[in-house]
């Protein structure tokens, strides 16, 4: 039986919490956060104590492995203390709200190399992405021409005052692209390869008066091999590939690759649907797609509207810590 806690008892971690639960094998042994009463509720819910200090839960439960759920600014030191005390850490997207914090977390972890410690960037598993990611990797397409992944996503006023540290640079780290866009970012890395240069703008239109982080951004992304990107505001996220490898972008909003897959719109493909082999088509229709490949492949199968995908955005130096 593996032990676990939770650091941080906000938005995100009702999602640990339930996968927690969900996992045989697994224990939940203790929560904390800052707010007493909000550890409580998490603590009666589960039926494990609660902290208001992560060190206390360190020393009283000694998990084997920590999920931290705080606000960006606190990820860096909560982790490197469960690494200091031989803990494994699970830290949500960013690493840090700055590139120093993260480089300190970083080498705590060099610190510590037989601690394991994680980064939650999940899409990178989900069975679509995966999908692609064989599909693209086994160059059975040919060269990509090109790539796109628009992220049009707002956040209200009430969302920022709800948590305030969202809409503070100096405890989030920024805006739409280190808390709505994070997700698609390292997608299309992932994707199309390692970033090599980054130009772009970034802009407070919809949101100033009320947070002093960006709420909209439009970015190049250049890419080993010579793929590059662009993204658009808004939380709106536009990429061009030009690469020989086989590689592109996706998920919700609108995936494009130019030259073998095409684009839908508000579409993903279904798990398992996509392999080695299947060319997908624009049809006649908006975001309407065919298939050629294996027998099984239906576009019923390869196609589900979707509604909930959340992103985010930028990572600090992610790559150093796989």
Known sequence: MTTAAVI?????????????????????????????????????????????????????????????????????????????????????????????????????????????????????????????????????????????????????????????????????????LINQAIHTLDLMEWLLGDVVRVRGHIGRYALDGVVDVEDTAQVLLEHAGGAADPRRPDGQLCRRARRDRHRTAGYHCRPVVLGCLARTTHRRLLPNAARPGTVLDRAAGRGQITASGPPDLSTEQLTQERTDFDVDSIWLRRRDLA
């Open 8 to 176: 941080g008892c906000g938005d995100v971690s009702v999602v640990h919490l339930q996968a927690i639960a969900n996992l045989d094998g697994i224990d939940l042994v203790g929560v904390c956060d800052a707010d007493a009463d909000r550890a409580a509720a998490e603590a009666r819910r589960y039926g494990v104590p609660s902290f208001t200090d992560h060190r206390e839960l360190l020393d009283a439960v000694r998990p084997e492995v920590v999920h931290v759920c705080t606000p960006h600014h606190q990820h860096a030191q909560i982790a490197i203390d469960c690494l200091d005390a031989g803990v494994g850490v699970l830290v949500e997207k960013p690493v840090a709200h700055t590139i120093a914090e993260a480089d300190r977390l970083i080498a705590a972890a060099r610190r510590h190399p037989d601690v394991k410690v994680g980064i939650c960037l999940q899409n990178r598993y989900n069975a679509t992405i995966r999908a692609a990611r064989a599909l693209l990797d086994s160059a059975d397409l040919g060269a990509v021409r090109g790539g796109s992944a628009t992220v049009l996503w707002h956040r209200d006023p009430a969302y920022y005052r709800a948590r305030p540290w969202r809409g503070r640079a100096c405890e989030s780290g920024g805006g739409v």
